[in-house]
């Protein structure tokens, strides 16, 4: 088999790999991300046990045990292009061989769940509520870079929404869909919907501070899209990249997030830490049982 090149997977002097410093004995094959890597250890105050500390840049990560599941919790920073960097190096860690810089013969899935912040884009999706992503619609030209295919659904969804939204500039969206086998356990109290993924905080979410923006409609674009059964119930800056790579690697992801803003009413949740922290409560009751 192909040895990957020392300069294409960087492994340091611990047996780590380079910027989540884990070693593959420290993940867990259940993975929590989260943006802010202060909430690491919010989520990780739950488990009956905690094996495993690390940092390295702003990846920080803690894998123990919630009852007899075994999970990691670790944190990616903000935006898509962090995401490429956590989701290559946890897939690596499974399914390469760090000794002999090869790809397993046996593919080994994780299961990747997102919890995470974000806006509404839904007058009946209230701050505080809980949002699980049925699709992550990109506006962040991540994929884009990897080799890509659409199944029937996700290509009429793709092809709608560009006819709808006519989107200006270069930005060219793509779609994937979220693990099938994860969400069906995300249902009663979680409002679901097509998250939409933005490459930063201000004018690609429609923001306007001192800059005019290229997509003044943006948010009533994203708001009034529908079709079939599907509309877009909220953005934020990881899920499309998560969904896309992990659909690649063979993994199993789900973003779900709560909502502390809603771009639609202008409001923003009154105390986010308190929906943080249901959001991590609800989400590792259901965690623990999958």
């Given at each position: 088999m192909?040895r990957?090149?020392?300069?294409e997977l960087i492994?340091?002097?611990r047996?780590?790999?380079y910027?989540?410093?884990?070693r593959?004995?420290?993940?867990?094959d259940t993975?929590?991300?989260v943006?802010?890597?202060?909430?690491?250890?919010?989520?990780?105050?739950?488990f009956d046990?905690?094996?495993?500390?690390g940092?390295?840049?702003?990846f920080?990560?803690?894998t123990?045990?919630?009852?007899d599941?075994r999970?990691t919790?670790?944190?990616?920073?903000?935006g898509p292009?962090n995401?490429?960097?956590v989701?290559?190096?946890?897939?690596?860690?499974?399914?390469i061989d760090?000794e002999?810089r090869?790809?397993?013969?046996e593919h080994?899935?994780?299961?990747i769940?997102?919890l995470?912040?974000?806006?509404?884009?839904q007058?009946?999706?209230?701050v505080d509520?809980?949002?699980?992503?049925?699709h992550g619609?990109g506006?962040d030209n991540?994929?884009?870079?990897?080799r890509?295919?659409n199944?029937n659904?996700?290509?009429?969804?793709?092809?709608?929404f560009?006819a709808?939204?006519?989107l200006?500039?270069?930005?060219?969206?793509?779609?994937?869909?979220c693990g099938a086998?994860?969400i069906?356990?995300?249902?009663d109290?979680?409002?679901q919907?097509?998250t939409?993924?933005c490459?930063?905080?201000y004018?690609?979410?429609?923001r306007v501070l001192?800059?005019?923006?290229?997509n003044?409609?943006?948010v009533?674009?994203?708001?009034s899209?529908?079709?079939?059964?599907?509309?877009i119930s909220n953005?934020?800056?990881?899920?499309?990249?998560i969904?896309g790579l992990g659909?690649?690697?063979?993994h199993h992801?789900l973003?779900?997030?709560?909502?502390v803003?809603?771009r639609?009413r202008k409001?923003f949740?009154k105390?986010?830490a308190?929906?943080?922290e249901?959001?991590?409560?609800?989400c590792l009751?259901i965690i623990e049982?999958i």
């Amino acid at each position: 088999m192909n040895r990957i090149p020392e300069s294409e997977l960087i492994i340091n002097e611990r047996g780590a790999i380079y910027h989540l410093d884990l070693r593959p004995e420290e993940l867990a094959d259940t993975v929590i991300t989260v943006g802010d890597p202060g909430r690491v250890a919010i989520v990780s105050k739950h488990f009956d046990n905690i094996d495993y500390k690390g940092s390295h840049r702003e990846f920080v990560s803690h894998t123990g045990h919630l009852g007899d599941k075994r999970i990691t919790v670790t944190s990616t920073g903000i935006g898509p292009d962090n995401i490429d960097i956590v989701l290559n190096e946890l897939d690596a860690l499974k399914n390469i061989d760090f000794e002999t810089r090869t790809i397993k013969e046996e593919h080994s899935p994780l299961t990747i769940i997102r919890l995470g912040t974000s806006g509404s884009l839904q007058g009946d999706i209230p701050v505080d509520s809980l949002v699980a992503g049925t699709h992550g619609l990109g506006l962040d030209n991540l994929l884009n870079y990897y080799r890509f295919d659409n199944n029937n659904e996700e290509e009429q969804l793709l092809q709608q929404f560009m006819a709808h939204t006519q989107l200006s500039g270069k930005i060219q969206p793509y779609i994937a869909s979220c693990g099938a086998s994860i969400i069906k356990h995300f249902v009663d109290g979680f409002h679901q919907g097509i998250t939409v993924t933005c490459p930063g905080f201000y004018g690609p979410q429609g923001r306007v501070l001192r800059l005019p923006i290229s997509n003044p409609t943006l948010v009533d674009n994203l708001t009034s899209f529908a079709f079939g059964n599907h509309r877009i119930s909220n953005f934020e800056m990881e899920t499309s990249a998560i969904y896309g790579l992990g659909k690649l690697l063979g993994h199993h992801c789900l973003s779900v997030n709560v909502i502390v803003a809603n771009r639609v009413r202008k409001e923003f949740s009154k105390d986010s830490a308190a929906a943080v922290e249901n959001l991590i409560e609800t989400c590792l009751g259901i965690i623990e049982k999958i």
